[in-house]
């Protein structure tokens, strides 16, 4: 169970530093158009080219829903910090509501990043480096919440 919840840390603290990562590369780009990324390799294989693009901001759908100006319409990086800030709040065994919440959340966060997958395949035509990391450990995370809270939810079963 430690080794379950240290390493859910683990992933929550790597997604919180690649979300910062995506962030400042969508700023420099904002800022300088020449400005190339670290994840940056060709035509084809550019996060700085997806965060630029108009998914790169609310998802490409917040636009529509909220309008182009509206707060909530942000980078889909700063998302992925509060996404994985929250989640690293991790699992408590005296708090099953919560447990089921961060459940819920990366099972969101799973349908957003098959969403988003298929945005980079067939629209873009482009391979995110970051992107496919984030969606990895969002799959992950969302293995762990679903251990961590069936193993929760067995030893209640059991004290009672």
Same mark, same amino acid.
């Given at each position: 169970?430690? +080794? @379950?919840?240290?390493?859910?840390?683990?992933?929550?603290?790597?997604?919180?530093?690649? %979300?910062?990562?995506?962030? *400042?590369?969508?700023?420099?780009?904002?800022?300088?158009?020449?400005?190339?990324?670290?994840?940056?390799?060709?035509?084809?294989? %550019?996060?700085?080219?997806?965060?630029? &693009?108009?998914?790169?901001?609310?998802?490409?759908?917040?636009? *529509?829903?909220?309008?182009? #100006?509206?707060?909530?319409?942000?980078?889909?990086?700063?998302?992925?910090?509060?996404?994985? &800030?929250?989640?690293? @709040?991790?699992? %408590?065994?005296? #708090? +099953?509501?919560? #447990?089921?919440?961060?459940?819920?959340?990366?099972?969101?966060?799973?349908?957003? &990043?098959? *969403?988003?997958?298929?945005?980079?395949?067939?629209?873009? +035509?482009?391979?995110?480096?970051?992107?496919? &990391?984030? *969606?990895?450990?969002?799959?992950?995370? !969302?293995?762990?919440?679903?251990?961590?809270? !069936? !193993?929760?939810? #067995?030893? !209640? +079963?059991?004290?009672?």
């Amino acid at each position: 169970m430690n +080794k @379950l919840l240290a390493f859910r840390i683990l992933v929550c603290v790597i997604g919180i530093i690649l %979300s910062i990562y995506a962030y *400042y590369v969508e700023v420099a780009k904002t800022n300088d158009l020449s400005y190339e990324a670290l994840c940056d390799f060709n035509d084809v294989v %550019s996060c700085s080219a997806v965060f630029s &693009s108009r998914y790169g901001k609310g998802f490409g759908l917040l636009e *529509y829903l909220v309008g182009e #100006n509206h707060f909530l319409n942000q980078p889909n990086s700063l998302f992925g910090i509060g996404f994985f &800030s929250i989640q690293t @709040l991790g699992i %408590s065994p005296m #708090n +099953k509501t919560f #447990n089921y919440f961060l459940y819920i959340l990366t099972g969101g966060g799973v349908v957003t &990043s098959i *969403y988003l997958a298929c945005i980079l395949i067939f629209v873009l +035509k482009d391979f995110c480096v970051l992107c496919v &990391s984030t *969606y990895v450990l969002t799959i992950i995370l !969302h293995y762990l919440n679903y251990k961590l809270l !069936h !193993h929760n939810v #067995n030893s !209640h +079963k059991k004290i009672n």
